[in-house]
């Protein structure tokens, strides 16, 4: 495999591990995430949340081999009450989170600052839309304290029962032209021609019989074994530096096995909000509930909650445009 010294941001890399049966995707992003997280201006603890979603979404997101969207959206009772990140194919990214800054600045003081802690106890939501013609897949993780890369890997064990193993990091890095930030992440899945190697693991049922010896993972395949322990030697910093290309990255893991690179796709950050779409959020509310938004100024004012852009609407526009469309 050829190794170029690119250090390529805001792209996604697949490539391939054949004598282990491995595929995967590397995902760097860099002015894509520094945008979304300065946009909000949110808190250093509530960034590296927003950076291991968005890593995270993009990985999962870009698998989708037709048009459509790939969204990820946690509602739980931490500090970080709600994270919603869009990959609209093939390239587009955008995410944003609500938080309660009291309770994320009591986290952190008390050194409970980390992403599970933050998020939570509550659920993930994977959702799959292919448009208005075709029916949404989604699938639900619980979210029990667990880190985004747990619950993803709950996610696959229980939906797709595919072996899989995710890293995710973000880091922000300070230079002589100030700070950015930046998120990595890489996903490995053991994928051989028989089904019968995929075998994991199976989960403790919880009532087994006394004296009874839970399976440890002895029926795993030794290709996997062998994948899965070396994508857990990949250090944080290693997904995050500038200096590191995925390229390297990936020969510093598998180069004993032999790793083959694919062609790149670049993700980027980008909103698909419109006024159209605006106007057609709000025609799903109610006459009365619309007359309750109009400020004392007699306008209709609503800000994109990922891009923070903001629309100004009179409310005669907006009837106008709801009659027309046989809306509302």
Not at 265 to 270: A, F, I, L, N
């Amino acid at each position: 495999m050829s190794v170029p010294f690119d250090g390529a941001d805001d792209l996604i890399l697949p490539f391939a591990v054949e004598p282990l049966d491995l595929r995967g995707r590397v995902v760097r992003l860099g002015p894509a995430i520094d945008t979304m997280i300065k946009r909000h201006g949110y808190p250093e603890a509530v960034a590296r949340v927003l950076g291991e979603a968005a890593a995270l979404t993009a990985l999962l997101g870009s698998a989708l081999k037709f048009e459509g969207r790939f969204q990820l959206q946690t509602r739980t009772d931490g500090p970080v009450e709600m994270i919603v990140v869009d990959f609209d194919t093939p390239d587009r990214l955008r995410a944003f989170i609500r938080f309660d800054a009291q309770r994320v600045a009591q986290s952190v003081a008390a050194g409970e600052g980390d992403a599970a802690r933050l998020i939570g106890h509550g659920h993930l939501a994977m959702t799959i839309d292919q448009g208005p013609a075709m029916n949404r897949y989604q699938g639900v993780v619980p979210m029990e304290g667990q880190s985004l890369e747990e619950a993803a890997h709950q996610y696959f064990r229980q939906s797709e029962q595919i072996p899989t193993r995710v890293r995710l990091a973000v880091a922000e890095q300070v230079g002589e032209s100030g700070s950015t930030w930046r998120a990595g992440g890489l996903l490995a899945q053991f994928m051989p021609a028989s089904i019968d190697r995929q075998r994991q693991a199976d989960l403790d049922p919880g009532d087994a019989p006394a004296g009874a010896v839970a399976d440890s993972g002895g029926g795993e395949d030794d290709a996997w074994r062998e994948g899965r322990a070396l994508v857990d030697t990949i250090a944080d910093h290693e997904l995050v530096d500038p200096g590191l290309s995925s390229e390297r990255l990936l020969y510093r893991l598998f180069h004993e096995r032999g790793v083959r690179a694919f062609s790149g796709q670049p993700v980027r950050e980008g909103c698909n909000c419109t006024r159209d779409r605006i106007m057609r959020m709000l025609a799903s509310f109610s006459a009365p509930e619309r007359k309750d938004m109009v400020r004392e100024d007699g306008r209709i004012g609503v800000t994109c909650e990922f891009c923070s852009r903001q629309y100004e609407l009179s409310p005669e526009e907006f009837e106008a445009a709801v009659e027309d469309g046989g809306e509302g």
